[in-house]
């Protein structure tokens, strides 16, 4: 009898050991998060641009917000229904009113969302996913854009002055960790209009607030000290930590002059990782 | 002219065995002898773990250690004494408490915390894992599979990469620490191995192995690991893994085991080779440290399961060289009878178990881009 209950144990830890259909993960949480879709646009709904990939993945980047409705109208009514996607960690109502006190109630909790006079910007958070309706009581002209906050990677085609004619690639590289983890690749753009813009590539970076991308005139730094000791010049500040992203160089910033692109924390002075550029041929 | 044979030495009566007395009871005690050859191994494991919680970095903790060790001890300890009514010091049990410690690790241990409980229950499971098959799956008054080869096998492939993880192939940058752990090993090795007379089987599964290891690297063959910048690749793929301190212990005191080793030297050579084409076949398809450190401890599942099997085969081979062997093997069961005979054995059900679905799970591991993914470290591992 105990050499079967044995069978029976070794069997099953057998079994549970394949990770076949996640047997594994439903008896230990893993540390990786079930593969979802990526988020294709800044806009929920935008739809999935021709050449780009949007496979399901289980990397995940720093919530970031992703636009979902704006709505607008004068005094008091109800908006129409909009959807809050499953994964979506919390959404916001943010907007302007122009006079009285604003109040929108969702159909989703029974605190208001909104409950304050409008001086200013107004914002308030909900938390369910699935079909939200509002109901919005005000004395005046007022607009509200809604927005769900996600921590799925966003992957953006192109942009359309990275494609035009005149526009050309004139550097890339792939990221290495240096502080913290990253992957994938960045590539610069002259556009036609003489301005530059960079792209990144099945990107990752060790999710966290306040990162950038910078340029630096080294051609590979390896640790935060080392990005310190030489010049570079900011890019942006990145909402969105994962996926295909695009990124317009700032008026006057030209990477030309610069050897490596780094994923810079600056609370912390970190480095977090970093590209060598390469001229692209 | 013959030879006056010595005089005997005046009779001394027999030594008194050691005993204790609980409530009465007269309770034998059986000590080790200083020439065994598990203290040797003993010691050397644990001049190893000593370097690792020292200057190594080992991401262990005094705590888990204990348990470990300890839990293993009074398995025994208890094991023993019910069949056997008798005191036994647990050599062996220390001996497998000490390499699952030295080895095993929880995910979220930091290097310098050496007072963590972390993973406690794990690491006494782990122990019990280790200890039980000793006991429950024998074959001819011999336990088949490696008890902490098992053990480490069975719960890194159970738990997962998210939770789990062995020691790193590559323990540290060359300096003084590696060296002198290098040290440590070549020489417990050479002191063990040759009391054992395990030396031979260690060279043939190195010679087997390190070639195979060599090619795979020539083609190009990766792996992703936690403390190396990008793919580990070329000759540093080779020497990661064919001079891996893991590796090293692996071949000169997991499969050197002279419980679970076959007796005959024929024997043991094929053994030894197998091991290492096994051992390299499930390699070759992992991209991930985790991937080839499991892949390492599985093959050896395998080739202890098929010992009987090695077994048998070398009393074939002698039999055709010579008719005083051939009598003494077993005239041939056909295979429908054996495999009936072997269905209602519940030992041997499980050992078919073991021995098939740790290479594979191994091999699906190399499939699961997850294991990567927590490799690159682009996912953290839950805080337990």
Redesign the interface.
Known sequence: M???L??LA??F??V?????AGV??HF??????AATPPALGRVAGDAPASGVAAART???SYPWWQEVKTLQGVGTMTVPAFTIAEGAVQWRVKGTCQSGPIVVHSSSQARPVVDSLCSGEVTGYGSRSGSISLQVTADGPWKLTVAQQLDTPLVEPLLPAMTAAGSKAIASGSF??ID??A?GRVTVYEQANGRYSLRLDDF?V?PNADLQLRFSTLEAPRSSRDYLSAKSEFIVVMDVTAGSLNFTIPAGGDPTLYKSVVVWRGPAKSAYAAASLRPVR | MTTAPPLAAPAAGPKPRPEIVVRGRHIPVVLPKRTDPRLKLSATIWTITLLGLTVLSFQVSIPQIAVTVLLCAAIEVGVTYRREHVLVWPASALQTGISVAFIFRVAGQQHADRWSGRGLPIFAFVAVISLLPKYFIRHNNRHIFNPSNIGLAWALLLFGPSHVFSEHLWWAPLGVPILVAFAVIFGGAFWVLRQVKMIQLATMFLATFLPLIGLFALFGRTYWAGWHRGPVGGSFYWLTIALSPELLIFTFFMITDPQTAPKSKLGRLIYASLTAVVCAALILPQTTEFGIKVAILSSLLVTCALVPAIERLVKRIEARRSPEAAAAVAPKVPLARRLAIGLRNPVLVVVTVIAVAAPLNTLLLSRDRKVELIERGLVEKPVQ
């Open positions: 105990l050499g079967w044995a069978v070794v069997t830890t057998a549970v050991g394949t990770n076949v594994r993960d230990f949480e893993p540390a990786t998060p289980s990397l995940r290495y960790n913290k983890s992957t990752f060790s």
